[in-house]
Nanobody, 120 residues
Framework: QVRLVESGGGLVQAGGSLRLSCAAS????????MAWYRQAPGKQRELVAT???????TYADSVKGQFTISRDNAKNMVYLQMNSLKPEDTAVYYC??????????????WGQGTQVTVSS
């Protein structure tokens, strides 16, 4: 019913920037809160940022002032602008969305992940 697809990852040097995008597609009633998670090699998946349907963001302490989450409700998309990237930001980044389907069931959906690699 719902598919989340991330894009925008890649290889970047320390100090550089990337913007990740995530598009929700399929058939659904609405998209609620959306979020970005990341998982570095050998580490647990961690929450990076969230954004409500009204556009209110929250951030992990580790990325405050560095990353910015935003969304476009008309396009059912969420973005993560990542600036001043550091090697410790290297991870697979995952999009997450709370989706209400047409039959009014609420589910969490996950994208496939996009690799971000920050070189020294």
């Amino acid at each position: 019913q719902v598919r989340l697809v991330e894009s925008g990852g890649g290889l970047v040097q320390a100090g550089g920037s990337l913007r990740l995008s995530c598009a929700a597609s399929g058939t659904f009633f609405s998209v609620g809160d959306m979020a970005w998670y990341r998982q570095a090699p050998g580490k647990q998946r961690e929450l990076v940022a969230t954004i409500t349907s009204g556009g209110d963001p929250t951030y992990a302490d580790s990325v405050k002032g560095q990353f910015t989450i935003s969304r476009d409700n008309a396009k059912n998309m969420v973005y993560l602008q990542m600036n001043s990237l550091k090697p410790e930001d290297t991870a697979v980044y995952y999009c997450n969305a709370a989706v209400t389907t047409l039959n009014r069931r609420r589910y969490d959906y996950w994208g496939q992940g996009t690799q971000v690699t920050v070189s020294s």
